[in-house]
T-cell receptor
Framework: NAGVTQTPKFQVLKTGQSMTLQCAQDMNHEYMSWYRQDPGMGLRLIHYSVGAGITDQGEVPNGYNVSRSTTEDFPLRLLSAAPSQTSVYFC??????????FGPGTRLTVT | RKEVEQDPGPFNVPEGATVAFNCTYSNSASQSFFWYRQDCRKEPKLLMSVYSSGNEDGRFTAQLNRASQYISLLIRDSKLSDSATYLCVVTVYGQNFVFGPGTRLSVLP
């Protein structure tokens, strides 16, 4: 099993550009989530999904969209990138109430 | 008040020392509790779950105090490889994981 995979690993965007961060898991987990991690702030929940077709907002959803058309995939879309979105993004999946498994992260810089 | 609070450290301890971290949470409806470990620039990984009766895994002991709303992690006989950031995590309503900001540990030779 590959676990949770994320692409790309690194990305540089210009302000105003859009892009999609990809996340996939092969553990048949219903629950998937996106976090961003900034220095001194810990992990903050952006969006999450409790199953295919169901998504909801987390703590910091503004500027991001998600969709969950399959159990395996949970892409995160940045609509119009801003420098404040420079961060490390982690995707995670779990089968509640168990542990969360994280992908390796995407390091995004917006200039 | 933040939902989950931790002392950010850093805790600098010599090899072989015993070190303890505390974490407090504000939501009394919190249901599950975990300690995760995160190495520099890597993804977090589960260190151990925390059970009401307390639990031990080798050199690591975790305890939960629901009345005072805190959990603790004790590391005995610290190794250089224990150097990392330790994240306290609680779940609310069985679904959302709420992470503390982490406590940084450096074990020195």
């Amino acid at each position: 099993n590959a676990g949770v995979t994320q692409t790309p690993k690194f990305q540089v965007l210009k302000t105003g550009q859009s892009m999609t961060l990809q996340c996939a898991q092969d553990m048949n987990h219903e629950y998937m989530s996106w976090y961003r991690q900034d220095p001194g702030m810990g992990l903050r929940l952006i969006h999450y999904s409790v199953g295919a077709g169901i998504t909801d907002q987390g703590e910091v959803p503004n500027g991001y969209n998600v969709s969950r058309s399959t159990t395996e995939d949970f892409p995160l879309r940045l609509l119009s990138a801003a420098p404040s979105q420079t961060s490390v993004y982690f995707c995670a999946s779990s089968s509640p109430p168990g542990e969360q498994y994280f992908g390796p992260g995407t390091r995004l810089t917006v200039t | 008040r933040k939902e989950v609070e931790q002392d950010p450290g850093p805790f600098n301890v010599p090899e072989g020392a015993t070190v303890a971290f505390n974490c407090t949470y504000s939501n009394s409806a919190s249901q599950s509790f975990f300690w995760y470990r995160q190495d520099c620039r890597k993804e977090p990984k589960l260190l151990m779950s925390v059970y009401s009766s307390g639990n031990e895994d080798g050199r690591f002991t975790a305890q939960l105090n629901r009345a005072s709303q805190y959990i603790s992690l004790l590391i005995r006989d610290s190794k250089l490889s224990d150097s990392a950031t330790y994240l306290c995590v609680v779940t609310v309503y069985g679904q959302n994981f709420v992470f503390g900001p982490g406590t940084r540990l450096s074990v020195l030779p």
